[in-house]
């Protein structure tokens, strides 16, 4: 393939209405709309990058990726995969996602409790801060950090003071839904990805109602995927040309894809 393969459609069943959801591993009753999508193009990715978070930001794109002595954020080619630049965490934490906040980037760490603070346009490290629980997925939405810590909460911290203003609880109808992790915050409303599922969840960041999911089983199949740790993991936002990006764990691909209705 070239830097960028455009046009490969892929069509999977749109799920609206009273019925099963029947994706991947998730199977339970729920009239909670479901999108299906098509690849617009596929960029070159690191596959070697156990990546934890994806944010592109005024023509930029930059990964957090994770494991103990290999977590790295980096400024990312879109068009060739190449990594442009790149700073080290220290060998005893383990990256987590990452988002950016005026000339900052924040990045979180799993279980240390600690938050990461980097100018956006050097990577040199401006600052840390206590982050109670465990860190998973981060994004923002202007006003708030939101941050994820793999179970069904979502978390709302003020930047000034990184100490938490309320929380939210993300339910499908009766259900909640658990495993949060990667986030981005796309017009208006909080996208995740879900620990080990092939789907994207939209969640109001009002209320934390479930509000679509999106199926992306056979993007990149599951049998094509090694090790085991290869899952779905990875959502990036282009606002200005309104593209949507997602990757995951040790993927050789990086795609835009659109929601198809």
Same mark, same amino acid.
């Given at each position: 393939?070239? $830097?960028?393969? +455009? #046009?490969?459609?892929?069509? %999977? @069943? ?14 339970? @009753? *729920? $009239? ?20 934890? =978070? ?9 990964? =957090?990726?994770? +494991? ?6 980096? !400024?990312?080619? %879109? ?7 790149? @700073? ?8 987590? =996602?990452?988002?950016?906040? #005026? ?7 799993? +279980? ?20 109670? =629980? ?22 709302? %911290? ?12 993300? !339910? ?39 509000? #679509?999911?999106?199926?992306? *089983? ?5 049998? !094509?995927?090694?090790?085991?740790? @290869?899952?779905?993991? #990875? ?13 995951? +764990? ?12």
């Amino acid at each position: 393939m070239t $830097s960028a393969v +455009k #046009g490969r459609v892929v069509w %999977l @069943a749109v799920v609206a209405g009273c019925g099963m959801l029947l994706l991947g591993a998730w199977v339970w @009753a *729920s $009239s909670t709309p479901v999108a299906g999508f098509r690849v617009v193009a596929s960029f070159p990715h690191d596959s070697e990058a156990f990546t934890q =978070g994806l944010v592109f930001d005024a023509g930029t794109l930059f990964e =957090g990726t994770g +494991k103990h002595g290999h977590s790295t954020l980096r !400024r990312v080619d %879109l068009e060739t995969g190449a990594v442009l630049q790149q @700073a080290a965490l220290p060998r005893e934490l383990f990256g987590e =996602g990452i988002t950016v906040w #005026g000339d900052e980037i924040v990045q979180l760490s799993w +279980k240390a409790h600690r938050g990461l603070r980097y100018d956006r346009g050097t990577f040199e490290p401006v600052g840390e801060f206590h982050l109670p =629980g465990e860190g998973w997925g981060i994004t923002q939405d202007g006003r708030h950090w939101i941050i994820s810590d793999g179970t069904d909460t979502l978390r709302f %911290l003020d930047p000034g003071s990184a100490t938490e203003v309320r929380r939210i609880q993300v !339910r499908d109808g009766a259900r909640t839904v658990e495993r949060l992790n990667e986030l981005e915050y796309i017009n208006g409303e909080v996208w995740a990805n879900i620990w080990y599922q092939d789907r994207l969840v939209r969640i109001s960041p009002e209320d934390g109602r479930v509000l #679509g999911y999106v199926d992306l *089983s056979g993007l990149w199949p599951s049998v !094509r995927r090694r090790p085991t740790e @290869a899952v779905l993991n #990875g959502i990036a936002y282009d606002a200005i040309g309104q593209r949507l990006f997602v990757t995951g +764990k040790y993927w050789p691909w990086l795609y835009q894809i659109e929601v198809r209705q």
